[in-house]
T-cell receptor, first 112, second 118 residues
Framework: DAGITQSPRYKITETGRQVTLMCHQT?????MFWYRQDLGHGLRLIYY???????DKGEVPDGYVVSRSKTENFPLTLESATRSQTSVYFC???????????FGPGTRLTVT | AQSVTQPDIHITVSEGASLELRCNYS??????LFWYVQSPGQGLQLLLK??????LVQGIKGFEAEFKRSQSSFNLRKPSVHWSDAAEYFC????????????????FGKGTLLTVNP
């Protein structure tokens, strides 16, 4: 009963490098989400996906790319990391037609 | 526009005392409301949810919340706090992602940090 997992849990990278954060869920939920959590801003939605091969922007998508070739995976890529992308990133999922989301443990990303 | 307001950034209570965390929402239609808890270094865990029906909802870990439409509030309560309840608590409301669209998102409040004194 793994639920929703994220990897890596901690990552330090340099400005300009590409980094990919992984998210995997075992529930076959149709919807998946990426959030970032920052002090003073709370949780903000980066991207979401309604199903495999269907993705759309959230509130703060700039600098991020997502894909969803399989229902269970939803990777988030920072194509050229910047210091402002230092944050804790959470992946979440929900089934349709419910609304409650279930969150992964998070990835703490530091961009130096 | 802010959809969810948690007026208290930080609350400290003694172990065994009662707890009430405030949440106010601004949303025209009947809202779908949630409370989540985040322990240090962890993800968010769903405590309870309100969709419709009985305005007093029970959740996990002995928590309950009451929906009051007249006050646009969904306050979280616990009669007796345990040291393990120390965490950050988030209220959230479901909103449409895009006007006229059919996809929905959770909009979160900024959170209330709960400290429990022994």
């Amino acid at each position: 009963d793994a639920g929703i997992t994220q990897s890596p849990r901690y990552k330090i990278t340099e400005t300009g490098r590409q980094v990919t954060l992984m998210c995997h869920q075992t529930w076959s939920h149709s919807y998946m989400f990426w959030y970032r959590q920052d002090l003073g801003h709370g949780l903000r939605l980066i991207y979401y996906s309604a199903a495999a091969d269907i993705t759309d922007k959230g509130e703060v998508p700039d600098g991020y790319v997502v894909s969803r070739s399989k229902t269970e995976n939803f990777p988030l890529t920072l194509e050229s990391a910047t210091r402002s992308q230092t944050s804790v990133y959470f992946c979440a999922s929900r089934s349709h037609p419910t609304y409650e989301q279930y969150f992964g443990p998070g990835t703490r990303l530091t961009v130096t | 526009a802010q959809s969810v307001t948690q007026p208290d950034i930080h609350i400290t209570v003694s172990e065994g005392a009662s707890l009430e965390l405030r949440c106010n929402y601004s949303y025209g239609a009947t809202p779908y409301l949630f409370w989540y808890v985040q322990s240090p270094g962890q993800g968010l865990q769903l405590l309870l949810k309100y969709f419709s029906g009985d305005t007093l909802v029970q959740g996990i870990k002995g928590f309950e919340a009451e929906f009051k439409r007249s006050q646009s509030s969904f306050n979280l309560r616990k009669p007796s706090v345990h040291w393990s309840d120390a965490a950050e608590y988030f209220c959230a409301v479901v909103r449409r992602l895009h006007s006229g669209g059919s996809n929905y998102k959770l909009t979160f409040g900024k959170g209330t940090l709960l400290t429990v004194n022994p």
